[in-house]
């Protein structure tokens, strides 16, 4: 959800400069568009199409279910699932922030019931193949 929420947010919601990305216009998003016209959208569109902002990434991670990787984190609890990264593979993980978004306090939309439903359907097999409720 969370993820969803920040391209939402940060690649069409607020755009300080007034432009989306030019991959994410391609794609018929426009600056300010709102919640329901975006699912809408993404939901009409090939899966071959989707920008990967917001493909379901168990399409990257999983072939038929099968996973690809041998470990699958969550930001949610990054630095206990580097810690066991760097156990897993004997090599030292630093991380940066390089691509820091601004707090949802500062750019807060309504997000309604049926467009949450919707967000979770659409990402149900993430949320069940990638260990979330």
Do not use: C
Not at 41 to 65: C, G, M, Y
Request: hydrophobic share 35%; net charge negative; aromatic share 12%.
């Amino acid at each position: 959800m969370e993820r969803f929420l920040s391209f939402y947010q940060n690649k069409i919601f607020y755009r300080p400069k007034g432009t989306v990305a030019p991959s994410i216009s391609e794609a018929g998003f426009r600056v300010g568009m709102p919640l329901g016209e975006v699912l809408d959208r993404i939901e009409k569109t090939a899966e071959s199409e989707l920008d990967p902002h917001i493909a379901p990434q168990n399409w990257f991670v999983f072939d038929r279910k099968r996973s690809r990787v041998n470990f699958i984190g969550h930001v949610e609890r990054l630095a206990e699932d580097l810690e066991k990264l760097e156990k897993l593979s004997g090599v030292p993980v630093e991380l940066g922030h390089y691509n820091k978004s601004p707090t949802r306090e500062q750019h807060r939309f309504e997000l309604a019931d049926r467009d949450a439903a919707r967000i979770r359907e659409f990402y149900a097999e993430d949320f069940a193949l990638l260990g979330y409720d």
